[in-house]
Nanobody, 125 residues
Framework: QVQLVESGGGLVQAGGSLRLSCVGS????????MAWHRQAPGKQRELVAA???????NYADSVKGRFTISRDSAKNTVYLQMNSLKPEDTAVYYC???????????????????WGQGTQVTVSS
């Protein structure tokens, strides 16, 4: 099972930047896709950005041009560089990954999904 631990959240003024990190650890064969989601108070959790093992990315329209997702597969780590932050970016940000639990699950393409506990990002106006 993979454990995902986020860090890097905090309080920042509008227009500022933050860099989130998420490290995967535990017992697993390999991590496949990784992503960042966020949930603001009273709203549903939404996808912010995702990155495949091969490095292909996609972003929510609301963050395109401001956020950049990247990963270091050797370190089982995904990053989210957030620039030009806006008050509406305020939310709890969650790391998400799907992974192969074992060599057998890789051979059978059986993926398991994992979530981190979240890190708070607050943008003041």
């Amino acid at each position: 099972q993979v454990q995902l631990v986020e860090s890097g959240g905090g309080l920042v003024q509008a227009g500022g930047s933050l860099r989130l990190s998420c490290v995967g650890s535990g017992t697993f064969f390999s991590i496949n896709n990784m992503a960042w989601h966020r949930q603001a108070p009273g709203k549903q959790r939404e996808l912010v950005a995702a990155i495949t093992r091969g490095g292909s990315t996609n972003y929510a329209d609301s963050v395109k041009g401001r956020f950049t997702i990247s990963r270091d597969s050797a370190k089982n780590t995904v990053y989210l560089q957030m620039n030009s932050l806006k008050p509406e970016d305020t939310a709890v940000y969650y790391c998400n990954a799907d992974y192969y639990h074992s060599y057998y699950s890789k051979a059978t393409e059986e993926l398991t999904e994992g979530w981190g506990q979240g890190t708070q990002v607050t943008v003041s106006s």
